[in-house]
């Protein structure tokens, strides 16, 4: 195998770990950018160069931007009051291009797992907690997955907020197990104004 082969082979193995790629669209999608090297994969490597030097999370709400604190999280436009609780970045950005909420956001970074050893303190749990002592918050609305543990995480952090503000949560529509990145923005935004207290 020649040091260019060496190469091709190596892209194909990076882009196989990629959620949703396999060996397979791999190669496909390595050939492709091959093919279109001036118009897609030259500009990919670039652009690829640039979020993996300038993309860090929000040091307030775990949202992904540029800066150490997000766009969401300065503007004050976004003081409502209301703080929505996410499991994931990709929900948070579902949330936003439904643009049914108007509030801030919290990014957990997972849920709580007793099978993988995931605790509060591995998530964003404690710094929600801090959050909503310090910036005014008078709502929390949960919108974890409907599985089991976005459940139990629902549920300890609704002991947690005990009474100190209003919480809630997504109305039904999200599906048993289904992800907020996987809805569509009507769905999401029925979900969101048919919230109820949890
Ligand atoms: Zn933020």
Redesign the pocket.
């Known amino acids: 195998m020649n040091e260019a082969t060496r190469d091709i082979e190596a892209l194909i193995e990076l882009m196989a770990k990629l959620p949703g790629l396999g060996p397979r669209s791999a190669r496909r999608a390595v050939l492709h950018m091959i093919k279109k090297r001036a118009l897609l994969m030259t500009p990919l490597a670039d652009t690829l160069q640039n979020v993996a030097a300038t993309a860090r999370e929000?040091?307030?709400?775990?949202?992904i931007?540029i800066s150490d604190?997000?766009?969401?999280?300065?503007s004050e436009k976004r003081a409502t009051g209301e703080l929505c609780v996410v499991e994931d970045v990709a929900d948070l950005w579902a949330m936003e291009r439904a643009s049914v909420f108007k509030g801030?956001?919290h990014v957990l970074g997972g849920t709580l797992s007793a099978l993988d050893a995931i605790g509060p303190d591995e998530l964003r749990i404690p710094k929600l907690l801090d959050r909503v002592a310090s910036e005014n918050i008078t709502e929390v609305i949960l919108a974890l997955n409907a599985t089991i543990d976005g459940a139990t995480t629902a549920h300890y952090i609704a002991d947690e907020l005990g009474s100190r503000v209003t919480v809630t949560s997504l109305a039904q529509g999200v599906p048993i197990g289904g992800e907020l990145d996987y809805l569509d923005d009507g769905t999401i935004s029925a979900a969101m104004k048919a919230r109820k207290a949890f």
Not at 58 to 63: A, I, P, R, W
């Open positions: 929000c040091l307030n709400c775990g949202n931007g604190i997000c766009d969401i999280c300065r801030r956001y």
